[in-house]
Nanobody, 122 residues
Framework: QVQLIESGGGLVQAGGSLRLSCAAS????????MGWFRQAPGKEREFVAA????????SSADSVKGRFTISRDNAKNTVYLQMSSLKPEDTAVYYC???????????????WGQGTQVTVSS
């Protein structure tokens, strides 16, 4: 298991930017694929983006391609989500995840952070 703590959420106007951070600790974080999911009120949890253990392979949802960038710094045991051109529909609780393989399926990730709220006003 790895422990995950997110930070960087907040309130931003449409068109603005935010950067989320996720600090990992515990069992060697660099041995896990890491990524982000989000959940808006009344909706199911949705895959956002993820990076492989090495960081060489990235997967992201079509809804965020060209606007969100995921990166990871294994030396700092941290993964980031740079969000730009934010839209009101991006409003959600964003969760950091870690798992054994790169996947867009929530159940493939065994470790989840507590979540951080992102609110985009129109």
């Amino acid at each position: 298991q790895v422990q995950l703590i997110e930070s960087g959420g907040g309130l931003v106007q449409a068109g603005g930017s935010l950067r989320l951070s996720c600090a990992a600790s515990g069992r060697t974080p660099s041995s896990f694929a890491m990524g982000w999911f989000r959940q808006a009120p009344g909706k199911e949890r949705e895959f956002v983006a993820a990076k492989s253990r090495s960081g060489y392979t990235t997967s992201s949802a079509d809804s965020v391609k060209g606007r969100f960038t995921i990166s990871r710094d294994n030396a700092k045991n941290t993964v980031y989500l740079q969000m730009s051109s934010l839209k009101p529909e991006d409003t959600a609780v964003y969760y950091c995840v870690a798992g054994d393989r790169l996947s867009s399926i929530a159940t493939d990730y065994g470790s989840w952070g507590q979540g951080t709220q992102v609110t985009v006003s129109s």
